[in-house]
């Protein structure tokens, strides 16, 4: 089998990379597969922190790709290592999903009103109630994190406003910005691959669709970088970015052959 980039581990951002809404994106499925065999080990790595772990690996062995939940890293688990590691005994009041919030509940961190900590993820429950709490927080001095920076979240209908379009919101209402972002292309992720990925950074490489996290993602920690153009950016964005990918493919389809 040829591949159009020599690496051991790939990398794979979710919505834009490997499917849009719930459609897989051309033969994503039987790419991924074709990848698996032949032995590169294949990782999920999202910003999204709307789901938990389980959910992805309903939704990809749905599409026909039979993932472990070992294969799935997302913004909610470096949020996690960064909150238990780094603010230990801290609690916070998040804007998630009941999803985001069992799972960060789980996983020994406090959850309340009156917290130190406002955590904004991407939450599609959103409703106004929450938000003004979360301003009130704010304005208190409260911290403020999120789990990732993406302004919008491409499905098959039309793009979702994300957290980077939230924490924009909450910018204007508080005058701050979030002191800590967790997800790509941010640390605390890197710390999740460091933890996971035990092979020399150049055999490793992030495929997605947006260059300001994925690529910048592979660029900031020394890996290759694959953008793909079948979600977020077009080759006139490519051309105009600082940000530039190791190779560009239209989409994960044309890695093999
Ligand atoms: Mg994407």
């Not at 794979?12 to 994503?28: E, Q």
């Not at 939230?166 to 967790?182: H, N, Q, T, Y």
Request: overall charge negative.
């Amino acid at each position: 089998m040829e591949l159009k980039i020599d690496a051991e581990v790939f990398l794979f951002d979710l919505d834009g990379t490997v499917y849009l809404g719930n459609k897989p994106i051309g033969d994503a499925v039987e790419t991924l597969k074709k990848l698996t065999e032949a032995g590169k080990k294949v990782f999920f790595l999202t910003n999204n922190s709307s789901r938990d772990k389980q959910e992805y690996v309903k939704k990809l062995t749905d599409m026909g790709y039979p993932a472990l939940p070992e294969q799935i890293l997302t913004s909610t688990m470096a949020t996690i290592q960064y909150l238990t590691t780094r603010r230990k005994g801290k609690s916070v009041y998040p804007l998630g999903t009941p999803a985001f919030v069992s799972e960060i509940k789980a996983a020994g961190i406090e959850v309340k009103e009156d917290a130190d900590i406002v955590l904004l993820a991407f939450d599609t429950t959103l409703n106004y109630e929450k938000l003004w709490k979360a301003n009130i927080l704010l304005e208190k001095g409260r911290e403020f994190m999120a789990t990732h920076p993406d302004t919008v979240c491409p499905s098959d209908i039309g793009d979702m406003p994300d957290v980077g379009a939230l924490m924009a919101l909450l910018e204007c209402s508080c005058g701050r910005a979030p002191s800590v972002i967790c997800g790509k292309p941010y640390s605390p992720m890197a710390e999740i691959i460091d933890k996971t990925v035990h092979v020399a950074r150049e055999k490793i490489v992030m495929v997605g669709d947006r260059l300001y996290t994925d690529i910048l993602f592979g660029i900031n920690n020394n890996y290759q970088s694959l953008l793909v153009l079948s979600g977020e950016t077009t080759p006139e964005m490519l051309a105009s970015s600082g940000i530039q990918p190791t190779v560009v493919l239209p989409s994960i389809n044309e890695i093999i052959g």
